[in-house]
């Protein structure tokens, strides 16, 4: 007799059309039962290809009909197009809709240098070519208008009254950091929050971008799940630091995104080892390859290991971020690995994506 777990690694062989990941891992699948020699399972996702859940299903048939003891095999396929979730009411056009990748940054627990990851990612995003926008979600400890270097309050367009994104490096950015005091710390219940939100992602005139980085509140709470629901995202990044702890946080964080069916694009290990300035020896401080095992363990890719450098924290206090004060730094190095792997999971697995952009990339990626 087949058992579930002989299933469910034929199902790890079924990968999402054009990724390397396969189903299991990006947690689409449900319900497996098997009774005898019948096997029934469900499939369930959200995307934008529409021919996604006719391969999925023929490909996870034929994986589990070569699994010795099966003799029928039940596929249910339920797909959900991506913009449900994110059209607002009103007839008024969806959210975000003028994006293509929408990319959301997320740590189980503060601390770890999410906001640091997100600014670097979006910069090496706009390093490769595309056009990119910056959302920062984390309404209680807003930072992207410091890391970004902007300063003043945005303006509004007298034609649609809609709020104008402030920008600099090249990078469209829109933070509650613009729109309160300065040193005011932010007390705001759980409603007025996603007021908050709602207005930055239907009253912020983004326009049409490859790239939305979305620097979420760190945790897995409310505003975290309503956010995940609103917007319709194409994936997700978890960034965690070596120790155990902090790894503990970052399953938290990925159990969250599986629940509501976004992809995981992976894991990035933050403040992963510190190279010595006097003898370039390679330091871990708090530990090493906890991140990797992590991603390895919970079948998720692993995004690679941005270095402690004190030019991390001087860019993000003065508004010079690391991939733009010292691009040649092993930390700029790593955002940008992050970048390109991430330009290449969006880019293989989604619909209409421009030959163009996977170009530049292969360009960018010579002369670095």
């Keep these: 007799m087949p058992s579930q777990e002989q299933i469910l690694d034929a ?12 189903i299991v891992s990006f947690g689409f699948v449900h319900d497996v039962r098997v009774d005898g020699g019948n096997v029934a399972f469900t499939i369930r996702f959200q995307t934008e290809n529409p021919n996604a859940g006719t391969q999925i299903a023929k490909d996870a048939e034929a994986a589990v009909r070569k699994v010795e003891g099966v003799r029928d095999v039940k596929v249910s396929v339920d797909v959900a197009p991506r913009t449900g979730a994110a059209t607002t009411t009103g007839g008024q056009r969806g959210i975000l809709e003028g994006v293509k990748y929408k990319i959301a940054v997320a740590s189980g627990k503060g601390g770890v240098g999410k906001s640091t990851v997100s600014t670097n990612l979006a910069l090496s995003l706009r390093s490769l ?11 209680y400890g807003p930072s992207q208008q410091m890391m970004l270097g902007i300063t003043g309050r945005p303006q509004i367009d007298e034609t649609d009254e809609k709020i104008m994104p402030m920008e600099n490096h090249g990078v469209k950015t829109m933070s ?119 991603a390895e363990m919970l079948g998720v890719p692993f995004l690679g290991e941005v270095p402690i450098d004190p030019k991390v924290v001087v860019g993000g206090d003065t508004g010079e971020p690391i991939v733009v004060l010292d691009p040649s730094s092993a930390a700029a190095a790593a955002f940008r690995e992050v970048a390109r792997q991430i330009v290449a999971q969006v880019e293989s697995g989604m619909p209409g994506h421009t030959h163009g952009h996977q170009h530049h990339e292969h360009e960018h990626a010579h002369t670095h």
């Design 129 to 139: 070519g595309f056009s990119v926008g910056l959302l920062d979600a984390d309404i």
């Design 176 to 294: 509650l950091g613009l729109i309160t005091e300065p040193d005011t710390p932010v007390i705001w219940r759980g409603p007025m929050v996603m007021k908050a939100l709602d207005q930055f992602l239907t009253d912020v005139k983004w326009g049409e971008l490859d790239f939305m980085v979305i620097d979420l509140p760190p945790g897995t709470g409310d505003a975290q799940l309503t956010l995940t629901q609103k917007v319709p995202l194409t994936g997700a990044i978890v960034v965690t630091t070596p120790q155990d702890v902090a790894l503990i946080d970052a399953r938290k964080g990925l159990a969250m995104f599986r629940k509501v069916n976004v992809p995981l694009l992976g894991i990035i290990e933050n403040m992963s080892y510190y190279i010595c300035k006097h003898c370039g020896e390679r330091e871990e401080i708090f530990g090493h390859g906890g991140g990797r095992r992590t």
């Design 11 to 22: 199902l790890k062989q079924v990968k999402f059309p054009g990724l390397s990941r396969d």
